[in-house]
């Protein structure tokens, strides 16, 4: 079974760090892309980031430059290093990874449980 485990959000002043981590689970999982959303209170949830298994990576413009992801192959972790942060950056942020289980055709996605994070102004 597959499963998410996020973990870095917080509360953090304006132009500070965070650095978020996703935790893929499952031996038997192959990684196809990994992604980071966000929805802000009262917003529609956003693709912030994409990371592709050929090493296509992808960019809302309002992060380029201050956020990268990138994968820790040693322990199937996604990370989202997000420098500069501004107040608007707030949201519940969300991995999502795609990925077929070995001996199946089937792409199948899956989320983390979310996490906060706040940037104060």
């Known amino acids: 079974q597959v499963q998410l485990v996020e973990s870095g959000g917080g509360l953090v002043q304006a132009g500070g760090s965070l650095r978020l981590s996703c935790a893929v689970s499952?031996?038997?999982?192959?990684?196809?892309?990994m992604h980071w959303y966000r929805q802000a209170l009262g917003k529609q949830r956003e693709l912030v980031a994409s990371?592709?298994?050929?090493?296509?990576?992808n960019y809302i413009d309002s992060v380029k430059g201050r956020f990268t992801i990138s994968r820790d192959n040693s322990s199937n972790t996604v990370i989202l290093q997000m420098n500069s942060l501004k107040p608007e950056d707030t949201a519940v942020y969300s991995c999502?990874?795609?990925?077929?289980?070995?001996?199946?055709?089937?792409?199948?996605?899956?989320w983390g449980q979310g996490t906060q994070v706040t940037v104060s102004s």
């Open positions: 990371l592709f298994t050929g090493g296509t990576v």
């Open positions: 999502y990874v795609t990925g077929t289980v070995v001996g199946e055709q089937i792409r199948r996605g899956y």
């Open positions: 499952g031996s038997m999982f192959r990684i196809n892309s």
